[in-house]
């Protein structure tokens, strides 16, 4: 009897065995396929006629493997030949706007499997230490990527730089050139915010933002700081407009981009003359963040860092009017220049 029920507990056990093993094999064979063939490029119909932007499929399985570690510098020189790989110099710069949402805008576009993003901000145009090590330096900066991808790098120091502009009109006349923009005032308050959680983080106190941004003899708005400086966007632009024609700059709604990503996503890549590849399936609300997060694919997905999406301290309604009414006129210039209108205040 004793013996009767060893075996068929035995027998049990190897049927559940079986069970768990085959469901495991399921499983990793299909987040496998997954992976390869990511739901945001299905294969058929996904570009246009052969050598119209075409993008071998191994691209795509090398931005999210291989191309990892040839980033992270482990691959050989070999390895490197063997792929056609190449460092090249970005095709498309985000020169700006500082707190615009420039990390998210780089991170989103680099769901696109055409798309290879220079993780750091490079400094390369608005440092003159770094500008004096010359172009070789800067495209060793860059990632590796297949030919026939484009890299993109972000610096937001670049709008705001005297120098820049020249800089990069000498090494690519005919660069595209994205910029960022939040209502000027959200925008002004954001940048407020880090500057003050630096100081935070040293243990040192910081004026209040009304106190930095009105100047105390006159009562007007104190256009000597920074934080406001940055937001008068048309200023910046009008400079740029003396080396690149208006066509080559495209305008992304930073505020937009918070909300309601994809459509803002979808204006780049038809800017940058990408196929359409970025999807829904790549973005999805995270609640706890209160941010879109990122999907590359089944097993893949990620969320900025903390230090995007600050909370920002409250700041004196008479001051937001003033610094509102004061931003106004340079708006409307920066709508009339660029034909993109927002409805800031
Ligand atoms: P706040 O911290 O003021 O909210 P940048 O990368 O240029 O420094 O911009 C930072 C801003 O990006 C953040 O400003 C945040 O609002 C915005 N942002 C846009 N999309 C985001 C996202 N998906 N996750 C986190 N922050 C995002």
């Not at 990620?302 to 509102?324: F, N, Q």
């Amino acid at each position: 009897m004793l013996f009767k029920q060893q075996a068929l507990l035995r027998q049990k056990l190897f049927v559940l065995g079986s069970l768990a093993i085959g469901s495991l094999l399921y499983l990793v064979a299909r987040v496998g396929s997954l992976d390869r063939l990511q739901p945001l490029c299905p294969i058929d119909g996904r570009f246009g006629p052969r050598g119209q932007g075409e993008i071998p499929l191994r691209a795509l399985q090398f931005k999210r493997g291989l191309l990892h570690e040839f980033r992270k510098g482990n691959a050989t020189k070999e390895q490197i030949r063997l792929h056609n790989l190449v460092q090249q110099l970005p095709k498309a710069i985000i020169i700006g706007v500082r707190k615009g949402g420039t990390r998210a805008l780089l991170e989103m576009l680099n769901l696109h499997p055409a798309v290879v993003k220079a993780s750091q901000e490079i400094h390369f145009f608005d440092n003159d230490e770094n500008y004096a090590k010359g172009i070789e330096w800067y495209r060793k900066k860059m990632p590796f990527s297949y030919p026939h991808q484009i890299t993109i790098e972000k610096s937001p120091a670049y709008f705001i730089t005297e120098e820049v502009p020249e800089r990069i009109y000498k090494m690519n006349s005919s660069i595209k050139l994205l910029i960022i923009v939040r209502e000027p005032t959200t925008r002004a308050i954001s940048d407020y915010t880090q500057v003050l959680e630096g100081k935070e983080r040293k243990n040192k106190t910081y004026y209040k933002f009304e106190k930095l941004a009105i100047d105390p003899n006159t009562c007007e708005v104190n256009t000597k700081y920074k934080a406001v400086r940055t937001s008068i966007y048309t200023k910046h632009l009008e400079r740029w407009l003396k080396y690149f024609p208006i066509e080559q700059f495209h305008i992304v709604d930073g505020d937009r981009l918070i909300t309601e990503p994809l459509p803002e996503l979808q204006l780049v890549e038809k800017f940058l003359n990408l196929p359409p590849r970025i999807s829904q399936y790549n973005l999805y609300f995270n609640a706890t963040r209160g941010f879109y997060c990122l999907r590359f694919n089944i097993v893949f997905n990620k969320c900025l860092a903390g230090s995007k999406g600050r909370i920002h301290p409250e700041v004196d309604t008479s001051v937001i009017t003033k610094l509102r009414k004061f931003f106004h006129p340079f708006n409307q210039k920066f709508y009339q220049i660029t034909g993109r209108t927002f409805n800031w205040p």
